[in-house]
Nanobody, 122 residues
Framework: QVQLVESGGGLVQAGGSLRLSCAASGRTFSSYCMGWFRQAPGKEREFVAGISWTGGTTYYADSVKGRFTISRDNSKNTVYLQMSSLKPEDTAVYSC???????????????WGQGTQVTVSS
C-alpha cells in the first residue's frame, strides 16, 4: 500500500511555470513507477507523464512533451512535475499515481492521490 499527496497547484498566467509535488508514504517508494495524470472539466482523465523506479526512464504525452518534466527523489519519497510554457488548455486537476511497472502506471495504476487544481489564465 502507498499513500500519495499532491501539492503545488494554483493559478498561473499563460506562459508561466508551476511545479507539482507528490509525496508518498507507505511501502518502499523506489519499488514503484510513478505517473502524473490530469482531468479537465467535461473531459476524460489523460496520462501526462511517467517515470521508472530509479528515474532513468521518463515518458510523456505528446501534448506536454518539451514543456513538462517529470522527476523523482527517492530519498524524499517524492515525485515532481515541472510545468513550463503553460497554456490555458493545461487547466485541469492533476493527480499522481503509482504502480509496480511502467505499463501499469501509464494505463491503469493502482494507487492515486487526491489531485491538485492547476488553472492557467489567458
Amino acid at each position: 500500500q502507498v499513500q500519495l499527496v499532491e501539492s503545488g497547484g494554483g493559478l498561473v498566467q499563460a506562459g508561466g511555470s508551476l511545479r507539482l509535488s507528490c509525496a508518498a508514504s507507505g511501502r518502499t517508494f523506489s519499488s514503484y513507477c510513478m505517473g502524473w495524470f490530469r482531468q479537465a472539466p467535461g473531459k476524460e482523465r489523460e496520462f501526462v507523464a511517467g517515470i521508472s523506479w530509479t528515474g532513468g526512464t521518463t515518458y510523456y504525452a505528446d501534448s506536454v512533451k518539451g514543456r513538462f518534466t517529470i522527476s523523482r527523489d527517492n530519498s524524499k519519497n517524492t515525485v515532481y512535475l515541472q510545468m513550463s510554457s503553460l497554456k490555458p488548455e493545461d487547466t485541469a486537476v492533476y493527480s499522481c499515481a503509482a504502480d509496480s511497472t511502467p505499463t501499469r502506471v501509464r494505463a491503469y495504476p493502482t494507487y492515486w492521490g487526491q489531485g491538485t487544481q492547476v488553472t492557467v489564465s489567458s
